[in-house]
């Protein structure tokens, strides 16, 4: 028996199928969508440069730390930012994947890259935040637009713009870009035509913490460990480089071209602008204004176009509008990044996907939230805690781009699929849970004040050094969980494949063989999926002798099963809630240090900022548990969903026995039934032929005896065609035609008008003598139901139509007969099952196994004394179409 192709066991939402507004987030991105040419990608990349935080980070370590010291971490976190973000944004181009899918392969494993997708949340909307603040200060100083109503405001305005990914992105950045070049430049230019030596006052000015124009080295190390923050921008440079064309020889230029400059390039113009940020800050500081104001940018552009024009309120307008501008360049890609971490980050917490969309909002909110907790007034240690976590997780990427990748101690190209990794791989996650736990511990100042202000630069080497040595120790293994490839999947990687989960078509990295459901699967369902609890990846017997090896033999069978592996992960999520907690109320003792101008806090006050400092992470639990339940919610469902198909399965199984025993049983009685039947026939023969010494009477009883013996021979040829597979030999048909030779041999033999309207000129492939059962059966069923009709009204007819659909064509039989009702319509195509007192019930489900055999449908529409229509869909001819026996 031929099995059915089943249908699709997931759908998902218009917003989710749709890349437009999707942008690939939770997959590779295919070859097909990268129709931007590299300098489009570059100019979008680089859009996002334009983010005034790095004004604020230049000022915040140039008035704390003088001109040398940050001038000099300038120049050194710029080169290393280059030299790690150069493998990541290559590897991100070259395989088409974001920082997330990346980090997967990048020795994190499945699960193990969750957390460090909250880290580039986190960077996303702490950074989104900043740039909302600054936007909201414009509107404050300009209109004198309340805070809160700014907040909101340049939130707001940021959703509509990234809606569409990087489709609307690329227009927006296109645009803006030489407007704000122009404008960022400008200033700058006359400030060094106009006062040198403004420019030399601030390569003199003493840091206001150190009030020394030397060297220092604590403040060296502060300054550069604020600054490694910016380590992750490149995250979001990969976000669009994924876009980029692959390589060829006709546009390898623009393609390095565009990998350096939009990759690690950023901060080539970056480091520009926090000196420019530096520069502007001393010359507030200059104008008398103090130094909270020297740290916000719209008053430095205010002081720095005020060398470009006199009038004030056209000094005004023009930093108001240039802030404008900047923040909704960078935070564009801010909250588009953020939709994209979010998005990877509960796919895999809660295997469920409402769409990017959702999570671009979910982002704006969090960022809307801190910004209303004061986010900029505590830029300085937000952004020394982050670093140290940040860099121990680049530090652990890099690991394995620059050393076990070369040296082929990890694979060479870049994993991401679930179905291929393991949940943990222990070389990115022991690297850089090591290096963030040293560096935090420095940054408490346990450790003495020097590892305190080099805390983010010794994590990172912790982690890269750790990630190198635990990769050799385990040889790799970790990386994948089995083989990448299977014969299913063929071996051109840009071919289309189907996946049989979704139904929709994928190109072949984006593809993986479900072992578990026994068919090709693309990542996102793979992602996705709650049931199979990655039986694909190792066997019980695997999982029990792993844990023999572990905990001892007698240990676990003294234990209730996988008592170890639950108890592991109740410690797991334990130490990480724990450390997050933590980490807040660190960071709330900070930031609630009253300092000697303030006397007294009182208890309601600091229990308010422990609360409001916890809003976050309350927030992502209520997300995390809300989307959990609905999980589980849409589990259940896919589990009684399942239940209906097996039992359907089942029922079909039954019917398939049945029929199989019908075969069985017809191929041994119908020899012993065609001798009897056609002695009969003969006999009946002879005495027809013998009419005339038989009266009226005798000869009808002739007649029905000959008619009663053609009916039970078609009914033996019935049972024994159903019983068997038939075989098809396509060949070229011109349908219209050959339904014109067909018809003519029908009318001879009809008792009913037949009817023709034949619209439809192009071939098919099909085995004219199976088409030829098809069309007979449905006509002649069409003429029976005419016949049946009560006397009076209409005359009876049958119509056959064809028409050309988009790559079908449809034969419909169509009667003005007795009609049938809802339920006789839903059970014609069963086996054995005839609305007629006198049929067998095999006709309508062996013209169905027909056209299934041809490759197409058929669907019947009835109404009780109306008459049926039954419409065939057959596949046009194509010239690549092949032949099957």
Sequence with gaps: METPDLPALRSYHSWIANETLEDYSLRYTARSFRRWSPFVIANTALGGISFLALETIGASITLSYGFMNAGLAILVVSAFIFVTSLPIAYYSSKYGVDLDLLTRGAGFGYIGSTITSLIYASFTFIFFAL???????ALKIYADVPLVLGYIVSSLVI?????????????????????????????????????????AA??????????????????????????????????????????????????????????????????????????????????????????????????????????????????????????????????????????????????????YHPGRVVWLVFNILISLLLMLLGIFDTLEVVLAVYSNIAMAWVGAIVADLLVLKP????????????????????????????????????????????????????????????????????????????????PSLGSEPSAVLRCEICDHGYERDDMAYCSFYERPICSLCCSLDAHCHDACKKSHQDLETSRSRYFGGGFTRRIA????????????????????????FLLTYRLIDPGEDVPH?????????????????????????????????????????????????????????????????????????RNPLGTLATSVAVLQRAGGMAGERERNELDRIQRNVRRCVRIIDDLLEFSRRPNVTMVPLALDAWIVEQVADLRALSPVALELELQCDRMIEADGERLRQVLVNLVQNAMQAVLERPAGGAAGRVRIETACEEESVRLTVADNGVGMSEEATQRLFEPL???????????????????????????????????????????????????VA
């Excluded at 565009?258 to 970056?270: F, K, S």
């Design 601 to 673: 806090l009182d208890n309601g006050a600091l229990l308010l900022r422990i609360f409001l400092a916890l809003l976050p992470l309350l927030a992502i639990s209520a997300w995390w548990i809300v989307l959990a339940n609905e999980s589980r919610e849409l589990a259940e469902r896919n589990l009684v969903g399942s239940l209906e198909k097996l039992y359907e399965t089942r029922e079909e199984l039954t019917r398939s026995e049945r029929l199989a025993a019908l075969g069985q049983l017809t191929a041994t009685v119908s020899h012993e039934l």
């Design 561 to 584: 099963p996988h008592m170890p592996q639950r108890l592991l992960k109740v410690a797991g999520v334990l130490v990480a809630l724990a450390v997050v907690t933590g980490a807040l």
């Design 833 to 883: 099952f005839s609305t007629k007192p006198f049929g067998l019930g095999l006709g309508l489900a062996l013209v169905r196994r027909l056209v299934e055999r041809h490759g197409g449908r058929v669907v019947v529409a009835s109404r009780p004394g109306e008459g049926t229509r039954v419409d065939i869909f057959l596949p046009a001819a194509t010239a690549e179409r092949p032949h």
């Design 131 to 137: 740039e909302g603040a600054i936007m909201a200060q």
């Design 407 to 486: 040296l082929k101690v990890s694979p060479g190209f870049i994993e991401f699929k679930r179905a291929h990794l393991h949940d943990i791989n222990p070389v990115g996650c022991g690297g850089m849970a090591l290096g963030s736990l040293v560096s935090l511990t420095a940054f408490t100042g346990i450790l003495g004040p020097l590892m305190q202000a080099y805390a983010a630069p010794f994590s990172f080497l912790v982690a890269f050094l750790t990630a190198t040595l635990i990769g050799f120790a385990t040889g790799g293994r970790y990386y994948l969980a089995r083989p990448p490839v299977h």
């Design 159 to 199: 959703i509509p713009l990234t809606l569409m990914g990087i489709t609307m992105i690329s227009r927006l950045q296109m645009v803006t870009q030489p407007l704000w070049v122009g404008m960022m430049m400008l200033p700058f230019v006359l400030i060094a035509v106009k006062a040198p030596e403004d420019i």
């Design 202 to 351: 601030w390569t003199q000015f003493a840091g206001l913490e150190t009030g020394s124009r030397g060297f220092d080295v604590l403040a060296f190390g502060a300054a550069v460990s604020m600054m490694c923050s910016l380590v992750v921008q490149i995250g979001e440079q990969a976000d669009y480089l994924r876009f980029l064309p692959e390589k060829t020889p006709a546009n390898r230029l623009g393609w390095w071209s565009t990998v350096i400059l939009a990759g690690p390039g950023w901060i080539l113009i970056g480091g520009l602008k926090i000196l420019a940020g530096g520069l502007l800050a001393v010359l507030v500081l200059g104008s008398g204004l103090p130094r909270p104001a020297a740290l916000e940018p719209i008053h430095m552009y205010i002081v720095a176009y005020g060398y470009v024009f006199e009038n004030p309120a056209l000094v005004l307008f023009c930093a108001t509008f240039f802030v404008l501008i900047s923040q909704i360049k960078i935070n564009v890609t801010n909250a588009y990044a953020g939709s994209l971490a979010w998005s990877n980050f509960f796919s895999r917490v809660t295997h």
